[in-house]
């Protein structure tokens, strides 16, 4: 059973950072893909960025720049740095895992595993 959670979501002024953190306990598989997403009221989910399991990264082009991907493997934690923060990232923030890597890495309908999601407030 492969559970993920989020942490690190919180009020912030724009220009300012935050770092979300992500575990996924009970991923085995030596494949795969780490990914945030998010999804604000009334819209789509949308990517932000992934990591793969031999260390390809992937960006919105919204974020490119801002946001940086990582992943410490001795804690098992994914991140998410993400620095001048915009009004418009405002909304809730969601850590996923898939087992594969094949398809496309912001398509959320390929992930297996989900976590609660985390709020980021960034004010103007």
């Known amino acids: 059973q492969v559970q993920v959670v989020e942490s690190g979501g919180g009020l912030v002024e724009a220009g300012g950072s935050l770092k979300l953190s992500c575990t996924a306990s009970?991923?085995?598989?030596?494949?795969?893909?780490l990914g945030w997403f998010r999804q604000a009221p009334g819209k789509e989910r949308e990517g932000v960025a992934a990591?793969?399991?031999?260390?390809?990264?992937s960006y919105a082009d919204s974020v490119k720049g801002r946001f940086t991907i990582s992943q410490d493997n001795a804690k098992n934690t994914l991140y998410l740095q993400m620095n001048a923060l915009k009004p418009e990232d405002t909304t809730r923030y969601y850590c996923?895992?898939?087992?594969?890597?094949?398809?496309?890495?912001?398509?959320?309908?390929?992930?297996?595993?989900w976590g609660q999601g985390t709020q980021v407030t960034v004010s103007s």
């Open positions: 990591l793969t399991s031999d260390g390809l990264t």
């Open positions: 996923a895992a898939r087992k594969l890597r094949i398809g496309s890495w912001s398509d959320f309908g390929l992930y297996n595993y």
């Open positions: 009970g991923l085995t598989s030596t494949d795969y893909v």
